[in-house]
Nanobody, 126 residues
Framework: QLQASGGGSVQAGGSLRLSCTTS????????VGWFRQAPGEEREFVAS????????YYRDSVKGRFTIERDNAENTVSLQMDSLKSEDTAIYFC?????????????????????WGRGTQVTVSS
């Protein structure tokens, strides 16, 4: 139900824009998160956005470099990634859940999400 796209290979300092799209008609009521998983590592939180787009939440290492935003008319959530570093290399996943909890920290956890898309590979070379 979710489709992540926009991954690719870039040099350090470059930019990529990931998109998460869905055909779910009530997507505008869902909180959405981006996660990533590097080889041999656990999946980790990157960013999340509330159903209205009014609140966003980022892991410390991407603050100031990544921006999550949504267009509910297009059923799309994007992740703009600037100033990429080699440590950003991973498979990136988007996830969604009907927003029932108002506390943004709740969406830090993989278990908080009901739906997951297939990932998109991001490779940053130094």
């Amino acid at each position: 139900q979710l489709q992540a796209s926009g991954g690719g290979s870039v040099q350090a300092g470059g930019s990529l824009r990931l998109s998460c799209t869905t055909s779910v008609g009530t997507f505008r009521t869902y909180a959405v998160g981006w996660f990533r998983q590097a080889p041999g590592e656990e999946r980790e939180f990157v960013a999340s956005i509330t159903w209205s787009g009014g609140r966003t939440y980022y892991r410390d290492s991407v603050k100031g470099r990544f921006t999550i935003e949504r267009d509910n008319a297009e059923n799309t959530v994007s992740l703009q990634m600037d100033s990429l570093k080699s440590e950003d290399t991973a498979i990136y996943f988007c996830a969604a859940v009907p927003q029932r909890i108002d506390y943004t920290g709740y969406y830090y956890y993989t278990a908080s999400y009901d739906y997951w898309g297939r990932g998109t590979q991001v490779t940053v070379s130094s």
